[in-house]
């Protein structure tokens, strides 16, 4: 199976920009939906965007948030800009073996241990 660890979080102010990355091993990242969900305090886990054959984004980052892959490096990365305490959340990537139009939390069979990523105003 594929592992999947995150890095890049930490602590930004509002209106700034961050990257998070995502090394997979075990596995080649071409050959899987690629998606980043997170978690805010107090909330349930929400989807945030993913790739595939058409990428989709939750209506709260688009425009602001994108997803992209370095297949040499196997990587995959979510830039996020004009950052809001909304957005402060521990993010996760995860894989998924395949892509359908309507994916669900549990199409992404594996998932990493998650970045805390904290905006402040």
């Known amino acids: 199976q594929v592992q999947l660890v995150e890095s890049g979080g930490g602590l930004v102010q509002a209106g700034g920009s961050l990257r998070l990355s995502c090394a997979a091993s075990?596995?080649?990242?071409?050959?899987?939906?690629m998606g980043w969900f997170r978690q805010a305090p107090g909330k349930e886990r929400e989807f945030v965007g993913r790739d595939g054959v058409s990428t989709e984004y939750a209506n709260s980052v688009k425009g602001r948030f994108t997803i992209s892959k370095d297949n040499a490096k196997n990587m995959v990365y979510l830039q996020m800009n004009n950052l809001t305490p909304e957005d402060t959340a521990v993010y996760y990537c995860a894989a998924a073996t395949r892509w359908r139009l309507t994916m669900l939390m549990s199409d992404f069979a594996w998932w990493g241990q998650g970045t805390q990523v904290t905006v402040s105003s």
């Open positions: 075990g596995g080649t990242l071409s050959m899987y939906v």
